[in-house]
Antibody
Framework: QVQLVQSGAEVKKPGASVKVSCKAS????????MHWVRQAPGQGLEWMGI????????RYAQKFQGRVTMTRDTSTSTVYMELSSLRSEDTAVYYC?????????????WGQGTLVTVSS | EIVLTQSPGTLSLSPGERATLSCRAS???????LAWYQQKPGQAPRLLIY???SRATGISDRFSGSGSGTDFTLTISRLEPEDFAVYYC?????????FGQGTKLEIK
């Protein structure tokens, strides 16, 4: 069965960086896009960007351009999302989520989420 | 970018009633690439509808999607207690693949 297992919760200080991992199993890793979505406490879903595990190409939401880097390791079927220059507004649950095979979406499987807390 | 606006923000209904949720796009959504998700507190979202009107695996036929262009609708025909949650639409036909702000469906 498809599983996306994310790394554990993180507490970071403002200005620091965080790197969240997402290990995929139960399907051919390189055949499906992977989205990253975040959700601040009590707020809605925010799309951050997408990575194509086959070639590693990425597309980021303009809001995060210059601060986010999404990568993948095909040898371990893992995708990573690194967000730099953290501020308090980045406190959120971060999800990896599997997209489509021939196009970006829809999102059919989600990771369990990783809580990132930014606090001095 | 395509901005999605969901209405109403909150919908108060009773079990057994019919729910109609709206998602309006600022531009035409490419290839009907619109999905609906359900999210309950403390859980990741769950895919309900994709490509405007196709039900995801295991989703009850009480859920249906319709629409085209810029106007889309999620209908829940007879509300069950487990349907009360927050619902999001998302377009995935162009970048960025934004979500709507959500509609909270609450028990009246």
């Amino acid at each position: 069965q498809v599983q996306l297992v994310q790394s554990g919760a993180e507490v970071k200080k403002p200005g620091a960086s965080v790197k969240v991992s997402c290990k995929a199993s139960g399907y051919t890793f390189t055949s499906y896009y992977m989205h990253w979505v975040r959700q601040a406490p009590g707020q809605g879903l925010e799309w951050m960007g997408i990575v194509n595990p086959r070639g590693g190409t990425t597309r980021y939401a303009q809001k995060f351009q210059g601060r986010v880097t999404m990568t993948r390791d095909t040898s371990t079927s893992t995708v990573y999302m690194e967000l730099s220059s953290l501020r308090s507004e980045d406190t959120a649950v971060y999800y990896c989520a599997r997209g489509g095979s021939s196009s970006w979406g829809p999102i059919d499987y989600w990771g369990q989420g990783t809580l990132v807390t930014v606090s001095s | 970018e395509i901005v999605l606006t969901q209405s109403p923000g909150t919908l108060s209904l009773s079990p057994g009633e019919r729910a109609t949720l709206s998602c309006r796009a600022s531009q035409s959504v490419s290839s009907s690439s619109l999905a609906w998700y359900q999210q309950k507190p403390g859980q990741a979202p769950r895919l309900l509808i994709y490509d405007t009107s196709s039900r995801a695996t295991g989703i009850s036929d009480r859920f249906s999607g319709s629409g085209s262009g810029t106007d889309f609708t999620l209908t829940i025909s007879r509300l069950e207690p487990e349907d009360f949650a927050v619902y999001y639409c998302q377009q995935y036909g162009s970048s960025p693949a934004l979500f709507g702000q959500g509609t909270k469906l609450e028990i009246k």
